[in-house]
Structure formats: C-alpha cells, structure tokens
Nanobody, 122 residues
C-alpha cells in the first residue's frame, strides 16, 4: 500500500526557515504527480506547491519566491523548503500524490500523508 509520511514541521519565528520532507513507501513516488498542501485552522485546504505535467514546479501566489518544492527519486522523497516564513504560513502541511495533475489542482488527490504542523510566531 502506497503511504506518505511528512516530517520537518515545527515552530519558528517570523522570517525563519523550515524544510519539510515527505517519504513515500509501498510504491515509487516518481510514478505519481505530487505536491504540498496546507490547511490553517478554520480554513479550507489549499495547494502550496505541485509538480506540473512537464515536471516544472508551480506555486501558490502567497508563497512564490519563498518556498521551493523538490524531489529526490533515489530516496523516494519530496521536499518543501520554506524560507522567510510568515505568521500567515501557520498551518498543517500535507504531502499528497495523485495519478493525474488535475487531481492535484482540484485538491482531489489519491493519497495523503498525516500532516506536519508548522507554526510561525511574530
């Protein structure tokens, strides 16, 4: 069974950095389209960063220039480097995988991790 496990969350101050990791097991992650999502308290889940059909990264406007998605196929791991973090980035962050890009775009992924909490204080 394909499973995703996030790690790397924590508490940082405004302007700090964190790197999230998502390790896949049970299947090869590169066979799926993958991305990062987040859900803040009282808000709907939103896409943060995904890999498009051509393999290029795509970011939400709110994180452009501050976040970077990457992957290491040899380690079956997806990453999210988050720099210049702001209090409004506080949320539970989820890694997800899908059989098609449209599922990532529409927040209808096939597999989800359990999430890792990111808290940014001012």
């Amino acid at each position: 069974q394909f499973q995703l496990a996030e790690s790397g969350g924590g508490s940082v101050q405004d302007g700090g950095s964190l790197r999230l990791s998502c390790t896949a097991s049970g299947a090869t992650a590169s066979n799926y389209f993958m991305g990062w999502f987040r859900q803040a308290s009282g808000k709907e889940r939103e896409g943060v960063a995904i890999f498009e059909n051509d393999g290029s990264p795509s970011y939400a406007d709110s994180v452009k220039g501050r976040f970077a998605i990457s992957r290491d196929a040899a380690k079956n791991t997806l990453y999210l480097q988050m720099d210049n973090l702001k209090p409004e980035d506080t949320a539970m962050y989820y890694c997800a995988a899908a059989s098609a890009v449209w599922k990532l775009v529409q927040n209808e992924c096939d597999y989800w991790g359990q999430g890792t909490q990111v808290t940014v204080s001012s």
